[in-house]
């Protein structure tokens, strides 16, 4: 009991630091990029894998070519990263992390927050995603 709720805790934490670096983003993409979209959707791919590289501690060259937020300095990805959690993640965790920023910073949800008017509960989506994968597999708390 205890365990499974220290265990959703620091869970809440990841997808909290993934939600406000992907937010980071966005924000600092959309500045740079003058909120045109056609240009969003055409750089997030490369975002999208450089903040997977990133979270999972591979966090250098990709981030200095292809970040807004994380110039590819360790110590700016822990801003980012929730502390005292050490993240070790399989194959299909890196798809859950993938699918959660896709949520966020991919080309659906590019169109859905044009205006940055609205924010998806990414908290909430990456809860979801995370549970609906089988615990077994989720490798992020180890
Ligand atoms: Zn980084």
Same mark, same amino acid.
């Given at each position: 009991?205890? &365990?499974?709720?220290?265990? @959703?805790?620091?869970?809440?934490?990841?997808?909290?630091?993934?939600?406000? &670096?992907? #937010?980071?983003?966005?924000?600092?993409?959309? &500045?740079?990029?003058? +909120?045109?979209?056609?240009?969003?959707?055409?750089? #997030?791919?490369?975002?999208? @894998?450089?903040?997977?590289?990133?979270?999972? +501690?591979?966090?250098?060259?990709?981030?200095?070519?292809?970040?807004?937020?994380?110039? +590819?300095?360790?110590?700016?990805?822990?801003?980012? #990263?929730?502390?005292?959690?050490? !993240?070790? #993640? !399989?194959?299909?965790?890196?798809?859950?992390?993938?699918?959660?920023?896709?949520?966020?910073? +991919?080309?659906?949800?590019?169109?859905?927050?044009?205006? %940055?008017?609205?924010?998806?509960?990414?908290?909430?989506? !990456?809860? &979801?995603? %995370? @549970? @609906?994968?089988?615990?077994?597999?989720?490798?992020?708390?180890?």
């Amino acid at each position: 009991m205890l &365990r499974g709720h220290t265990r @959703s805790s620091v869970r809440n934490r990841f997808a909290l630091s993934v939600k406000s &670096r992907c #937010m980071a983003e966005l924000k600092a993409a959309h &500045r740079t990029h003058q +909120g045109k979209i056609e240009t969003l959707k055409r750089v #997030m791919p490369e975002v999208i @894998s450089t903040i997977v590289l990133c979270f999972r +501690g591979y966090c250098g060259n990709q981030c200095a070519k292809n970040s807004y937020v994380c110039s +590819g300095n360790k110590r700016q990805a822990k801003n980012f #990263m929730p502390a005292n959690v050490k !993240v070790k #993640m !399989v194959a299909s965790d890196q798809e859950v992390l993938k699918k959660c920023i896709e949520m966020v910073l +991919g080309p659906m949800a590019l169109e859905a927050t044009k205006l %940055l008017t609205t924010t998806p509960n990414m908290c909430e989506a !990456v809860n &979801r995603v %995370l @549970s @609906s994968s089988d615990p077994q597999k989720c490798h992020f708390l180890t």
